[in-house]
């Protein structure tokens, strides 16, 4: 067992419990033993919390972790004009280009305070190898709770749909290899490192019959699903030229809305998709960065949370989103919905929620993450708030949301550390950089 103590802890239990100064106890199980205000009256091993503040693990509800050997093109694009730039050169992909994007992309991730990182991952070129095998194991490698998604497309531009021909699968071959990737690597465990969850692409890149088979298998199967909707104008006209209807609409008519769904973006949604929503329980990943990079529009955060809609928060892939820090995040979610709403949109402690909480909703993981409560999982993340950039802000959790992004002092993941002093544990940020540039070099020029 274990003690952090002289530490702000942020609890973000149903209460929003928080004390100034405080400590949490991990227990051998790699779960919460004790919370609570002051000393830990025990004589257990100590970290000394001294300047810092801890939270839940952060969870990246979208992601795109291939996106990492892509970065930094079509800068100026909508998302239609960066998605045709760069299909093209996704149809190149191999599982090493991937595991050394996934490797980088999830490194940068655990320093930027995420424990757990869905990815949305649908591009398997055809003699690309094992890519999805590929990202699992740099998860496995840095210690990072995994939920990788098997993603799919199969409407391409001869078919009315926006990819190119080669980067789309058959229906029947994506689907029965959606099935095999959870029959090899779902874990329903509730102490669970790796979960699979069944996740066609967009309604502009997927038929409507891989889009409502793959709800069928995942209700078969127990998985959760996921989908990209409502992210752009340009795909409110695709849905509404193609099926006569708005994309939230669509998704309802093929079983797509409902409490083990989460969708990606949900930034253009009508008084009437956001009540749907939340009667149906079906979430939102807000990926308020990425809609900003790509001129998308700004998510209706504070209507959905009204609806009780779970919403969690995203980075989105690293091509659309430099960055790819979810610490950064609970600023942007907060600065998102202060310039729709003005300052009483969102407050400090409700944008922490949506990064933790709320993703784990997302995820279907709130009995087990998303909070510091006696009995869950140790996923926990001490951010030290005590240097140039938060010093002097008296609230820790209004330094760490307010303030820059904030150094990642200990990071758990089941009680198990991945980040220790702003660095890797298991693994080099050098080491991960130099061959993700290799990637990215092999990718561009090939
Ligand atoms: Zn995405």
């Given at each position: 067992m274990i003690v952090i103590e002289n530490v702000a802890v942020a609890t973000v239990d149903a209460e929003d419990t928080y004390h100034a100064d405080g400590h949490v106890v991990v227990g051998d199980d790699g779960r919460i033993a004790a919370v609570g205000a002051g000393r830990f009256p025990a004589d257990l091993p100590r970290v000394d919390g001294t300047g810092c503040l801890v939270t839940p693990g952060l969870v990246n509800t979208h992601h795109h972790l291939y996106q990492w050997a892509t970065r930094?093109?079509?800068?100026?694009?909508t998302l239609f004009g960066w998605l045709t730039t760069l299909y093209p050169i996704w149809g190149r992909l191999d599982a090493e280009i991937v595991g050394a994007a996934a490797g980088a992309g999830l490194g940068w991730l655990a320093l930027s305070g995420c424990t757990t990182s869905m990815d949305h991952h649908y591009v398997f070129p055809r003699d690309g190898g094992d890519v999805l095998e590929a990202e699992i194991e740099a998860a496995r490698r840095l210690g990072v709770r995994f939920h990788p998604t098997r993603g799919s497309m199969d409407l391409s531009r001869k078919d009315g749909g926006l990819p190119p021909d080669n980067v789309v699968e058959k229906t029947d071959e994506a689907l029965a290899a959606t099935e095999a990737a959870i029959d090899r690597w779902h874990d329903p465990s509730p102490d669970a490192m790796l979960q699979i969850a069944v996740a066609p692409c967009s309604p502009f890149s997927v038929t409507e019959r891989l889009m409502s088979e793959a709800a069928e298998l995942a209700r078969r199967k127990g998985v959760r699903l996921h989908t990209h909707l409502a992210e752009t104008d340009d795909e409110e006209d695709f849905c509404r030229e193609?099926?006569?209807?708005?994309p939230v609409e669509y998704a309802e008519r093929l079983g797509w809305l409902g409490d083990d769904v989460w969708l990606a973006h949900g930034v253009h949604l009508d008084d009437a998709a956001i009540a749907r929503l939340g009667a149906t329980g079906t979430g939102v990943a807000h990926c308020p960065s990425s809609n900003a990079r790509l001129g998308a529009g700004a998510a209706r955060v504070r209507e959905l949370l009204d609806h009780r809609v779970p919403v969690g928060l995203g980075v989105d892939g690293s091509a659309s989103q430099e960055a790819a820090h979810l610490g950064e995040e609970l600023r942007q979610a907060l600065y998102t919905a202060r310039i729709r709403g003005g300052p009483g949109a969102l407050n400090a402690r409700e944008a922490l929620r949506l990064g933790t909480m709320g993703g784990a909703r997302c995820l279907g993981r709130q009995d087990d993450l998303g909070s510091i409560e006696v009995g869950k999982l140790a996923d926990l993340v001490v951010w030290r708030l005590d240097g140039l950039g938060h010093e002097g802000i008296d609230d820790k959790l209004a330094a760490l949301v307010f303030g820059p992004a904030a150094p990642v002092e200990l990071s758990l993941v089941g009680g198990r550390p991945i980040v220790e002093r702003g660095e890797l544990v298991h693994g080099d940020a050098e080491t991960l950089a130099r061959e993700a540039r290799r990637a990215h070099d092999r990718l561009l020029r090939t």
């Open positions: 930094g093109l079509a800068l100026d694009e193609r099926f006569g209807c708005t």
